[in-house]
């Protein structure tokens, strides 16, 4: 064999071995992304069982679930952690801690974030009038109605100050740029109080 055939030959091994790996890896990711998405669902169903105990979804997790989103017109139904660290929201919105109780949103803000490449693209979508819910760990659903939706600096958190749900993600949607210091905010005011079902 001559020496451009053993390098054709080793070439050839050495990029099918390089995409093999780079298969597997992303498709450890996919399945690391769906069996999270699983756990997270079953530990808001036994939460919703236990509404004072904090459920984690997975042994070793800091985070535990809070509540539950449903967008009826976006089809979207999505579990809410505690804390919006950036590994939490890896897996889900995430409620923000050093704003309002969550289920309390008349006395201070409550502010849940979201990737804007996956949890939280729809919002791109949602209307001014539009209407969702949100399940507390007790149970009870309250009804909210989109009111506003403008980009704010990811400084301005004054609107904390202020009653309301508001929900954020980085913005624009297809910004090149990692860590826009844009967000798109969302706010929304409870039309009804809370209710079983």
Request: charged share 15%; net charge negative.
């Amino acid at each position: 064999m001559d020496p451009l055939s053993n390098w054709r030959s080793l070439l050839f091994y050495s990029l099918l071995v390089s995409g093999l790996v780079l298969l597997a890896t992303g498709g450890h990711m996919q399945a690391k992304a769906w069996l999270a998405q699983y756990l997270i669902s079953d530990a808001w169903q036994q939460a919703l069982a236990e509404p004072d105990s904090k459920v984690k979804p997975w042994f070793y997790a800091d985070t535990h679930v809070v509540a539950q989103l449903d967008f009826p017109h976006q089809h979207q139904r999505l579990t809410v952690l505690s804390g919006a660290s950036g590994r939490n929201l890896a897996f889900g919105p995430g409620h923000l801690l050093a704003s309002g109780e969550l289920g309390n949103s008349a006395e201070k803000g409550v502010l849940i974030a979201g990737h804007n490449d996956t949890h939280f693209a729809f919002l791109q979508h949602l209307k001014t009038g539009e209407q969702f819910r949100m399940q507390l760990q007790n149970g009870t659903w309250q009804h909210f109605q989109v009111k506003e939706m403008r980009v704010v600096h990811q400084a301005d958190t004054g609107f904390l100050h202020h009653s309301g749900l508001y929900l954020t993600t980085c913005y624009p949607y297809d910004s090149l740029a990692a860590n826009t210091p844009w967000r798109l905010l969302v706010t929304a005011e409870q039309i009804s109080l809370g209710e079983n079902s």
